[in-house]
């Protein structure tokens, strides 16, 4: 493996830690001090769209980076996570554009589907057994993908699946914020 990977790698899983902080910034600012005053949640509320916008385009070119560049073959788990994960890109570019905020529900029920996808394949990942094949075939050969496979496995818990839940869970999180501030304005 190139050692670019491997940085890469670092560079992600830290990056993952850091939204997952975001997230819990702000989810104990919508539970325990949620007002229309909140710095915190008028800031992620003025910035929803461009967040999504850029959280999915980062997941995107991640996917893409690893199964086309690296040669890492995406499990089933892996296509179904991706399947929730592609469409955000699209939503959040035509919210950009449009500007109709209509996006919010559906992609709310695609992250969230994403995040049960995501759940399940940490679940396997882990020892867990699945009542699926859990398994691929590699197009550019005979073998099948195992989604227990960890292909990044960094500070003891973030892999590919990690890294899906969270950015998932992130998408949640600022549009709920999104609703809860649009509703109290």
């Known amino acids: 493996m190139p050692i670019y990977v491997d940085i890469i790698n670092k560079i992600l899983s830290i990056g993952t830690i850091i939204i997952q902080l975001i997230i819990i910034l702000l989810v104990s600012n919508l539970i325990f001090a949620?007002?229309?005053?909140?710095?915190?949640?008028?800031?992620?509320?003025?910035?929803?769209?461009?967040?999504?916008?850029?959280?999915?385009?980062?997941?995107?070119?991640?996917?893409?980076?690893?199964?086309?560049?690296?040669?890492?073959?995406?499990?089933?788990?892996?296509?179904?996570?991706?399947?929730?994960?592609?469409p955000q890109l699209v939503l959040f570019g035509m919210e950009l554009y449009k500007k109709d905020r209509s996006i919010v529900d559906f992609s709310i029920a695609f992250a969230s589907l994403g995040s049960l996808t995501s759940l399940y394949h940490i679940y396997i990942e882990n020892g867990g057994t699945s009542s699926l094949s859990c398994a691929t075939l590699n197009p550019t050969s005979t073998t099948e993908v195992s989604c227990a496979i960890r292909y990044i496995y960094e500070f003891g818990y973030v892999s590919m699946p990690v890294m899906a839940l969270t950015l998932s869970l992130f998408i949640i999180s600022i549009l709920l914020n999104y609703k809860y501030i649009s509703r109290l304005n």
């Open 34 to 86: 949620r007002n229309r005053s909140n710095k915190t949640l008028i800031f992620f509320k003025r910035y929803t769209f461009i967040f999504g916008f850029l959280i999915a385009l980062g997941a995107v070119v991640t996917s893409l980076f690893y199964s086309q560049i690296v040669g890492y073959p995406p499990c089933e788990l892996c296509w179904i996570q991706r399947i929730f994960l592609y």
